[in-house]
């Protein structure tokens, strides 16, 4: 099982918001604080209980971190580097945890065998061009090469 985290570049509040995906199907919206983000890239995953929560929880093995987790919350308060995950998104605000949810794939697929794995991305900044076309407010204005 693949977990895709995509990243929205971040607002200026301080919100990543993101969508997660199982397999590439939709199943959550994610919402991170950028004070405590780390990079893209892929990780590995183990579930186990949390302390805090006194739940399974799926946490994600980031180097030099300790106990970054997929866990409910509502806002970019409730966390400091884990990822926030819902089912419902409205700006930066989120509700209905999925974190339950989540554990209940991830441990599936583990127990049928399947190798599982998390892949965080974020669109860069400058990202404007795009295949020669200007994306602005959900326009497109094509580009033309001179010469």
Do not use: W
């Not at 405590?36 to 030099?64: A, C, E, H």
């Not at 971190?65 to 819902?86: E, Q, V, Y």
């Not at 339950?100 to 599936?108: P, S």
């Amino acid at each position: 099982m693949i977990i895709q985290v995509k990243r929205e570049f971040p607002k200026k509040s301080g919100a990543i918001r993101s969508r997660v995906f199982l397999d590439n199907e939709f199943f959550c919206y994610g919402l991170e604080n950028k004070v405590y983000s780390f990079p893209d890239g892929k990780y590995s995953l183990m579930g186990r209980t949390s302390p805090s929560f006194q739940k399974n929880k799926v946490y994600i093995d980031v180097p030099g971190r300790s106990n970054i987790m997929f866990h409910g919350g509502n806002t970019i308060d409730a966390t400091k580097g884990c990822i926030l995950c819902a089912y419902n998104r409205d700006g930066e605000q989120i509700q209905g945890d999925a974190s339950n949810d989540l554990f209940k794939r991830v441990d599936g697929a583990y127990r049928a065998g399947e190798g599982v794995e998390v892949h965080f991305t974020t669109p860069a900044k400058n990202a404007l061009l795009a295949g020669g076309a200007l994306l602005v407010a959900g326009a497109t204005i094509h580009l033309i090469k001179k010469g």
